[in-house]
């Protein structure tokens, strides 16, 4: 274990990939705008090409700022290297194509990010390719869904919005007994409060535009490689084999960044890695706060007449709670609640009377967010859907920020105080 390594989560948060000497004493990486690198030999382009520097050459391809945020989201969930991508989205859609062909099929929950969903269902399934969707929480289905066709296992570590809680240890078990790696979706949670690829997992992604950058001003995507699944073993992946014989054990990452990242162009921008690096910096405090006061917020919403039900895995009663205070190792239960009011009308006018909290579609910002997801997000979906994806109209999501915990509750009572008015 490195120096580096040893250091508590919020110093290694802030130091870990910090090259200052490399940066003319600067304390933060330069933004490298340039979309191509000159190189000074014919020869040594040429060796670059075949992968035998670690030189840039286009933008598209690599860059030194965002080389500088993968391999800090190595080191923060302890992978073997990491490639950033434009949104959580490409990083998802790179993530899965690397290992899917037309006839495959993979398995997931069904409680995930609508985009995800959408991606897994409608799209993938015109070039197709099967998602096999059950219950998140439920490691039967899981087992029962594989069969020689399955490519990989792919869950959320907090389902967005539902908020389950998958058991990461079980599900690797499972994916691993065939032969099968476990793609997790790390975002609600982000490497502060879990830790997938030490809990069994073999590939994480994040949304980097959610907690990990924080402040609402960049959007992005990783996947990290934990670097550990034997591809070689598994007579489920013929076409990795040239890449294990390039790259060993990160032969996925080799065959997502040469295959699909390069090809699909699905590359950040050098501004945005920047930024996430800045917001990277605050993660741990952030992450604490976000926890505590959810926590509060949802005991204050407990309280009052006007709502009808609270979900929050911090709560005794949330059937993920005792697998998330485990998974999260104490440290917290995340920072996003949902809870019911009487209907669709009255979500409507709880939102119309905040003051404070922002009305929007996003999550993981400093400032509490709140949205209506049964009328924006999932209003394309048909009501049988909705209901088996527990997107009720009686359903606010709320992502609560690092405000003064009081405010927040001050701004929500205030706005159930009218619901009647
Ligand atoms: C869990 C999760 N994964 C992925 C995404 C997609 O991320 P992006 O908006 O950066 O493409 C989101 C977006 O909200 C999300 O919540």
């Known amino acids: ?70 391999e800090k989201l190595a080191d ?85 919005p539902k908020l389950d809680v998958p058991d990461l240890r079980q599900a690797a078990a499972i994916a691993h007994d065939h032969g099968l790696p476990l793609i997790v979706d790390n975002t609600l949670v982000t490497p502060f409060l879990c830790r997938p690829l030490e809990l069994g997992a073999d590939v994480v992604i994040h949304s980097t535009t959610k907690y990990l950058n924080g402040h609402g001003d960049a959007c992005g995507g990783a996947i990290i490689d934990g670097g550990t699944f034997p591809w070689n073993d598994s007579s489920r992946f013929p076409d990795l084999r040239p890449y294990v014989d390039r790259k060993g054990p990160l032969a996925y990452l080799d065959k997502v960044w040469r295959e699909h990242h390069i090809n699909f162009g699905t590359t950040p921008a050098p501004l945005h890695s920047y930024l996430t690096l800045l917001g990277l910096d605050t993660l741990a405090l952030r992450m604490e706060r976000h926890c505590a006061n959810a926590m509060e917020v949802a005991r204050f919403l407990l309280e009052r007449p006007e709502v009808a039900w609270v979900n929050y895995p911090g709560l005794a009663d949330h059937p993920g709670h005792a697998t998330a ?51 924006t997000q999932y209003l394309s979906f048909p009501e049988a859907l909705r209901r088996k994806l527990s997107i009720g109209p009686d359903l606010l999501r709320l992502s609560v920020g690092i405000e003064a915990v009081q405010d927040i509750c001050h701004d929500l009572g205030q706005s159930l105080d009218r619901l009647g008015a």
């Open 325 to 375: 205070a485990t998974q999260f190792g104490g440290r917290g239960f995340g920072g996003m609640l949902t809870f019911g009011l009487a209907n669709k009308e009255q979500c409507a006018k709880c939102i119309d009377h905040l003051q404070l909290i922002y009305h929007l579609a996003n999550i993981g910002d400093c400032k509490t967010l709140i949205i209506h997801p049964y009328t």
């Open 76 to 160: 923060l969930e302890g992978g073997g290297g990491t490639v950033v991508t434009g949104s959580g989205m490409a990083a998802i859609t790179d993530a899965c194509m690397a290992l899917l062909r037309a006839g495959d099929e993979f398995v997931c929950g069904n409680s995930l990010f609508m985009s995800t969903y959408i991606l897994f269902a409608n799209v993938f399934a015109k070039y197709n390719i099967t998602a096999r969707f059950v219950e998140a929480t439920d490691m039967a289905a899981l087992a029962a869904a594989i069969n020689a066709k399955t490519r990989f296992i792919y869950l959320e570590t907090l389902g967005n």
């Open 1 to 70: 274990m490195s120096k580096q390594q040893q250091l508590d989560f919020h110093t290694r948060v802030i130091h870990a990939c910090q090259t200052p000497a490399q940066w003319g004493g600067a304390t933060l990486p330069p933004i490298v705008q340039a979309t191509a690198h000159a190189c000074p030999t014919a020869e040594h382009l040429s060796q670059t090409f075949a992968g035998q520097t670690n030189d840039h050459i286009y933008m598209r391809l690599t860059n030194p700022t965002s080389r500088v945020l993968e």
